[in-house]
């Protein structure tokens, strides 16, 4: 089970990472070919999208996950997919009818932009058949069809690349919203046949008892997670939309730049939270002692390796925006540190909550955990950037936010279950990736900065080896015999 277990992450890492690097190729691309100011109507916008959208989430796509995943059979499931989609489109048409009715006000009265008008009506729709999409990719993950979901999620990204660049190219910062909505119709249409085909294209409709029990099973713990997500929703969006209230739209480009360049590291969680959450519910149901346990040395990994991770994004920050962007968004590099660290420090948290609060069913240090972040950074935001903060005081209110929740989280933890998340091994990991963190405020060459990197490097092999955390050599191996392995196996099972 173990070994399933971490195949099916290591694939999941291996998907997101070529996923991240289709999503890379076409931010430089776009980010080139617009200018700043063009850049932030892009963030408005999708900070528009984000806030409206979270509020269609109701924990739909974690409860129909887990609802399918215990499904006696294929019909069960198809059952299941009715009643969340139902319930999906009751509550996104409405959200969606309020942003096309609302778009002109909000942008030409409350920001004086009419120039995102165009582009906000256009990512309402985007929303609308996002909010399907979810739906059946949950429901393809429910049924273990990884493989399937993998390879179209590769497709998604590069298709997404080819359609969304020729557009801006033509057309601007509207092309990227045009060519947004083609291809999320696209993929929905595939995504929609594949399920389909699944089911051997037909859908059953529960009656009206079976309709109750399917919504109240899947709304059980999904009421906590809609909450969770409104809350996370205004973490992420409150310094863009406060900033672009109070500043230009060039201050807000390199905000979203910073936020964007920080986001790549919740890709670490989400990569593995949809493994680990049935995982580690079923372990803690059959084996407290064994979950703790478990859960304890796959962080202390998922930890130190991220943590480096984070060390190297802000040591290399300048030379990133310069490959990425250009010297146009120079501006947004004092910004950088602030925004690592508040998204690792949210990535934590996710992999707190995939592992330990939602598998224990501890709802309420769930929940708090997200108002804290919400509550902090937004009012935090307010504060500093009314004050002439600008972007600086924006990422550091999300900062703020993400660092609180994550004190939170390890006591609430240590609270409930007697688990000492920051130990001593935690401890020693940070202070080893610290002078990477560090190494990215101070005015050092290249070449100082690659003997830091070679000398961290050295000390990260010692300590995590001496710790008992991980071995670099052994798992740079074994994860080449997986990659081997599975590629055999796939290749066997398309001969046979």
Known sequence: ???????????????????????????????????????????????????????????????????????????????????????????????????????????????????????????????????????????????????????????????SMLVVVPFVFFLKYDGYFIGSLITVILFLLIYVLSLLKVFGFRLLVPNKSEFKKIFRAVFGIGIFIYIAKILYGLFMQSGILIL???????????????????????????????????????????????????????????????LFAAGLMVLFSKEAILILAGRNYLPAQPLIFFSVLAFFFLMIFEILSGCIFLPSSDTRGYVSSYSISAVASLGAAFFLVSRGGGATGAIAAMFLGAALTFVFA??????????????????????????????????MSLYERLALLALSLLLFWFFTKYLGILNLIQVLSRATNMLKSRVIGWRTQEIG
């Open 410 to 443: 390890i006591f609430r933890i240590s609270q409930k279950l007697s688990i000492m998340v920051a130990d001593g091994k935690i401890l020693i990991m940070s202070l080893v990736c610290l002078p990477l963190l560090l190494g990215g405020l101070v005015n």
């Open 244 to 306: 672009g209230y109070y500043s230009t739209p060039d201050t807000v480009g390199y905000l979203k730049f910073a936020i964007g360049y920080g986001f790549y590291l919740l890709s670490f969680s989400n990569a593995v939270n949809y493994i680990n959450l049935p995982v580690m519910s079923k372990r803690f149901a059959e084996n407290v002692v064994f979950f703790k346990e478990s859960f304890k040395d796959n962080f202390d990994k998922f930890f130190s390796l991220t």
């Open 1 to 159: 089970m173990n070994q399933r277990l971490e195949t099916l992450q290591f694939f999941g890492l291996i998907t997101k990472f070529i996923m991240i690097a289709f999503s890379l190729v076409q931010s430089v691309i776009v980010i080139r070919l617009l200018s700043p100011q063009e850049y932030g109507f892009i963030g408005l916008v999708l900070a528009f999208a984000g806030i409206v959208g979270v509020y269609q989430h109701l924990g739909l796509g974690v409860g129909t996950l887990r609802e399918v995943s215990l499904a006696r059979d294929e019909q069960e499931a198809s059952k299941i997919f009715f009643t969340s989609l139902s319930v999906r489109m009751l509550i996104t048409l409405p959200l969606v009818f309020g942003l096309l009715l609302f778009s002109s006000y909000i942008t030409n009265t409350i920001y004086h932009r009419p120039e995102i008008l165009f582009g906000t009506r256009l990512v309402a729709f985007t929303i609308l058949f996002n909010g399907i999409m979810e739906i059946v990719f949950n429901v393809l993950n429910g049924l273990q069809k990884f493989k399937q979901v993998f390879i179209l999620q590769i497709l998604n990204s590069a298709v």
